[in-house]
């Protein structure tokens, strides 16, 4: 189980269906664009753990929006699987030039895809498919979705869990309303700001009960963080 996010970009709409429901059939949370520059924009506002990007597509091609995002200060390290046809493959090493960390010919076989991209989240972003998230004294149980700190159990409801869960892949850093409603509530749901204000409200009564030490920063004007250094 993973809460990776996973961005695919491929304008062959069969092959982009049936690489979503693949994905999130083991639980990762799947955006999909069907053209370069409408990935462009969708990458502006919100970026995921992991990239799938065919190399041929139509408005901005693979290889330039991979140059692109490799010249964006916040897509540098953006893990990036390239998608190329047969024929592109003796041109595999421009792609990787570009920027591209891995790359499949077509057509592949969706299980040895899958295993590429979880071989790539967990060696560049391990804090994304561990079973068990550490932060502080807080422990987050990915499989069993408990949460104890110092040892000790905490019942959240289930906002507060994903809350919690999507604050603590990213210690320390900052999270504005808006980045916190794409990334827990997702961008379908309709929910107004202020709900993110609420649950976080819940979310430090459920766990700071008792306590004096608050792991969550408020950042005036800014948004919310979850910083590991509260102890002590
Ligand atoms: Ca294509």
Not at 112 to 122: F, G, N, S, V, Y
Request: aromatic share 6%.
């Amino acid at each position: 189980m993973t809460a990776a996010r996973v961005m695919i970009v491929e304008d062959e709409e069969p092959l982009t269906t049936l690489l979503r429901y693949n994905l999130e059939s083991e639980g990762y949370t799947v955006d999909a664009a069907l053209r370069g520059d409408e990935a462009e924009l969708k990458l502006r506002e919100t970026v995921p753990d992991l990239l799938v990007l065919d190399w041929m597509l139509p408005g901005v091609t693979g290889i330039e929006l991979c140059r692109r995002l490799r010249a964006r200060e916040d897509t540098r390290a953006l893990p990036i699987i390239m998608l190329t046809a047969r024929g592109e493959e003796s041109e595999r090493i421009r792609g990787l030039s570009t920027g591209a960390d891995d790359y499949v010919v077509k057509p592949f076989s969706v299980p040895e895809l899958m295993a590429r991209i979880r071989a790539m989240l967990r060696r560049t972003r391990p804090e994304v498919v561990a079973s068990v998230l550490k932060s502080g004294d807080i422990e987050l149980d990915r499989e069993t979705h408990r949460v104890r700190r110092n040892g000790r159990e905490l019942h959240l409801g289930p906002t507060e869990y994903r809350l919690l869960e999507y604050l603590m892949r990213s210690p320390g850093r900052v999270f504005s309303r808006e980045q916190l409603l794409d990334g827990v509530w997702g961008r379908e749901v309709y929910v107004d700001e202020r709900t993110v204000d609420v649950h976080v409200g819940r979310l430090r009564r459920a766990i700071n009960r008792g306590r004096a030490r608050d792991p969550i920063r408020t950042v005036r004007g800014a948004g919310y963080a979850l910083d590991e250094q509260y102890s002590g």
